[in-house]
Each structure stands twice: as structure tokens, then as C-alpha cells.
């Protein structure tokens, strides 16, 4: 007999644990990582053979929270890329 899910419980955020990130409760594995994956072509159940502590249910938790909140998800996105390229690019003056 399987028990039921609330999926209300299926996301969570914490200011401790990935700087409070949306993430799939009980793991460290953040919406970003799992919308990364599902933009690189992965469908949900590609993502789960990949993190395989995963359930289906999670990665699809992810992807809802993901297409419900997308411009938020896609400005956090966009604002660790920047970070990057900041850091890259100090870095190679810093060699030059």
C-alpha cells in the first residue's frame, strides 16, 4: 500500500542549507540544479537515473515549482552566470 504525498511538502527553502534556494526537501539538491538538467534536453525520468536518490515525484516537484516560478528561478540563474563571468574574468587579468 503506498502512502500519500502532500505535494506542498515537496520543495523547501531554509536560509542555511544552499543560501535559501529553492531545493527538493530533505536533499541539498536545489530547482536550479534539476531545471539545468531539464534544459540541457533530460526529461524528468533522464534526471532521476542521474541523481538516483531522487524519486520521480521529486524531480517533477522541481520542475512544477520551476514553470510556476520561472522568472524568479531564471533571475537567480542569470545572476550566478554573471558572477561567474565576473570571477572568470578577474581571474585571467590576474594572469595576464
Known amino acids: 500500500m503506498s502512502t500519500e504525498v502532500d505535494i506542498g511538502t515537496l520543495i523547501a527553502r531554509s536560509p542555511e542549507i544552499r543560501r535559501g534556494r529553492p531545493r527538493i526537501a530533505g536533499t541539498g539538491v536545489t530547482v536550479r540544479r534539476i531545471v539545468g538538467w531539464y534544459k540541457l ?3 524528468p525520468e533522464e534526471i532521476v537515473e542521474r541523481i538516483p536518490h531522487l ?3 521529486q ?3 522541481a520542475l512544477t515549482y520551476y514553470h510556476a516560478n520561472r522568472d524568479s528561478v531564471e533571475r537567480d540563474i542569470a545572476e550566478e ?3 561567474y563571468e ?3 574574468e578577474q ?3 590576474g594572469r595576464a
Open 41 to 43: 534536453g533530460l526529461d
Open 55 to 57: 524519486t520521480l515525484a
Open 59 to 61: 524531480a517533477f516537484a
Open 81 to 83: 552566470e554573471a558572477t
Open 86 to 88: 565576473e570571477l572568470a
Open 91 to 93: 581571474q585571467s587579468e
